[in-house]
């Protein structure tokens, strides 16, 4: 299914690979009966601590669904304290857990993939703990944040990145939410629409290795078991290839799984202007409740 959303211009970034330097550290507003774990450690890697914010619902409500954000910023920019727009997911019932992940100036690739399978297994090793329903876990992210989504959930049961979180076979997600995420790193780097530094930066010394880009792209583990997915992405975007989606959209449809493609007509890469940004995030919510995920 395909959807176009018309646009007539754009407000902002969101979740860029042009981020600031500057952190920004906004407060999450949640609410009442809800609790917040902030900088829970789910992984290491040397020296480095993997950190993820939760926030909870009542243990009264049942397990609840969670969904897992991702920021964006190129593998190389961004930090999960940006990220704060999580009011309809909690009018839902969801869990939210909010991670950070290893940006290349601490390691290249495959580090950042490895980081956001380590946050999906901590969450499936602590579901009990945490009341989460393990049946029930959505994906989601913006850019780099999409690329990292699609790479957490269409992995599966594909192991090749557990190497720092071992001891959970029965991995899978209930769907994905990938806003203009990157899916072909080989054609991100050095392909013929628009090619990205912030690609070939993040895969560091392999960049000129196909079979390693291809490794690390979403696209490469399409399958019919796949996980139900939602992409959005703006047709005249000057950073992510909007072919990049429509690649995805085709093989995601090929394999017969379940996908809605939204197409932000004239939108560029990041925050489409209020209006249209409300009617996309109603038709994730709405995608969602027809995936029976929704408490």
Not at 220 to 239: C, Q
Request: aromatic share 10%.
């Amino acid at each position: 299914m395909k959807r176009i959303i018309s646009l007539c211009c754009l407000v902002g970034f969101g979740f860029s690979s042009i981020a600031q330097d500057v952190v920004q550290i906004k407060k999450v507003v949640y609410p009442s009966g809800y609790e917040e774990q902030l900088n829970v450690v789910y992984t290491t890697a040397a020296n480095w601590e993997g950190k993820m914010d939760l926030y909870l619902p009542a243990k009264e409500r049942g397990p609840s669904p969670v969904i897992i954000n991702i920021h964006g910023g190129g593998w190389n920019k961004g930090n999960k304290e940006s990220q704060t727009g999580f009011s309809n997911f909690f009018k839902k019932g969801y869990a939210v857990a909010n991670i950070e992940y290893r940006l290349v100036q601490v390691a290249p690739a495959p580090a950042a993939v490895e980081d956001t399978r380590c946050a999906l297994i901590y969450l499936i090793k602590n579901a009990k703990q945490l009341n989460i329903d393990v049946n029930r876990i959505v994906i989601m992210g913006g850019s780099s944040g999409g690329h990292l989504a699609l790479m957490g959930g269409l992995l599966a049961n594909n192991h090749l990145f557990d190497i720092n979180c071992k001891g959970v076979e029965q991995i899978k997600v209930a769907a994905i939410i990938d806003k203009y995420g990157i899916t072909d790193l080989w054609d991100w780097a050095f392909g013929p629409n628009k090619t990205s530094k912030s690609a070939t930066m993040w895969l560091g010394e392999r960049a000129r290795d196909e079979a390693f880009a291809k490794s690390v792209s979403p696209i490469t583990y399409v399958s019919k078991l796949s996980p139900p997915t939602f992409i959005v992405h703006g047709n005249e975007d000057p950073i992510v290839p909007y072919q990049e989606s429509e690649a995805l959209h085709k093989k995601l449809l090929e394999a017969g799984v379940k996908t809605e493609f939204i197409t932000a007509e004239g939108g560029l890469h990041g925050n489409f202007p209020k209006d249209k940004n409300t009617e996309v995030n109603a038709a994730i919510m709405a995608f969602l409740k027809d995936l029976d995920i929704h408490n």
